[in-house]
């Protein structure tokens, strides 16, 4: 059966000297988890080894913010997988809106960052989601639907084992505009459907779909006690120990 995972995506904050002690401060306090749940922290790529020796032995597994779809190479700016593998980084978010929005990245790109993952033995977090303008066009399930199609395209059944899908409403990300549980659950709803009709139906009852945007330790509970909601990916409230530990100790 699918699991909760409760993710902390710390974005561009903390050096790594603070996300240490940050690190420090989760171990201490995330632990005796129910066998259903799973946490994890994303630190920025510069505090990923740092971070990584803090939660070894931990509950608390590691990922990345973003990964490159090449082997090796000439790619400034850039880091690989094996470099992630490297060190010990287990998750990586693949198409955050602020990959799509800021830095452009596209369907294409993205579904070749989530093969790459994949074939590299590390697990994706595909991220979806519509913009404000979308949802008021009364898009978002094309948006969303398409956006899962083409992340997706050639992940081979017996990968999707290894696959998570984030959606995450921009709209909500950053700007304390939560989705109500009920409109999060209609769209978590949408991309279980999508994945039943891309594979079949037991594969998309395994699937861990997260909700992100603006969740927070008193919103938490509401979006967990939905049916197809399965954890949370989590900005800002990811900072503060005590919040994260309440929203990794979500109660439903
Ligand atoms: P906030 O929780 O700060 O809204 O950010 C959500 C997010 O983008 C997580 O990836």
């Not at 979006?223 to 994260?244: E, P, Q, R």
Request: charge should be negative; glycine fraction near 8%; charged fraction near 25%.
């Amino acid at each position: 059966m699918r699991k909760y995972l409760m993710a902390g995506n710390w974005k561009m904050n903390l050096t790594p000297s603070e996300s240490r002690e940050f690190a420090k401060q989760l171990v201490s306090s995330i632990k005796d988890l129910p066998n259903d749940v799973l946490a994890m922290i994303a630190p920025t790529f510069a505090a990923l080894q740092a971070v990584g020796e803090v939660i070894k032995g931990s509950e608390i597994k590691l990922g990345a913010q973003n990964i490159n779809e090449n082997e090796s190479g000439a790619y400034t700016g850039e880091i690989s997988a094996n470099m992630l593998l490297d060190l010990g980084v287990e998750y990586v978010i693949i198409g955050h809106s602020e990959r799509r929005h800021i830095y452009k990245e596209n369907d294409e790109l993205i579904n070749k960052k989530v093969l790459f993952a994949l074939k590299k033995g590390l697990k994706p977090i595909l991220c979806v989601g519509e913009l404000l303008e979308e949802r008021e066009k009364g898009i978002t399930n094309d948006v969303v639907k398409n956006q899962v199609i083409n992340g997706l395209k050639g992940v081979d059944a017996s990968e999707m084992k290894n696959v998570v899908i984030a959606y995450e409403p921009v709209w909500a990300i950053g700007t304390g505009k939560v989705a109500t549980p009920e409109i999060a659950e209609e769209v978590h709803a949408l991309i279980r459907k999508t994945v039943v009709d891309l594979y079949n139906k037991e594969i998309a009852d395994n699937l861990t779909i997260q909700y992100g945007g603006s969740v927070k330790d008193d919103n938490v509970d509401g979006l967990m006690g939905m049916a197809n909601i399965d954890g949370a990916l989590v900005g800002g409230a990811s900072l503060k120990a005590d919040s994260f530990k309440r929203i990794v100790k979500f109660e439903k």
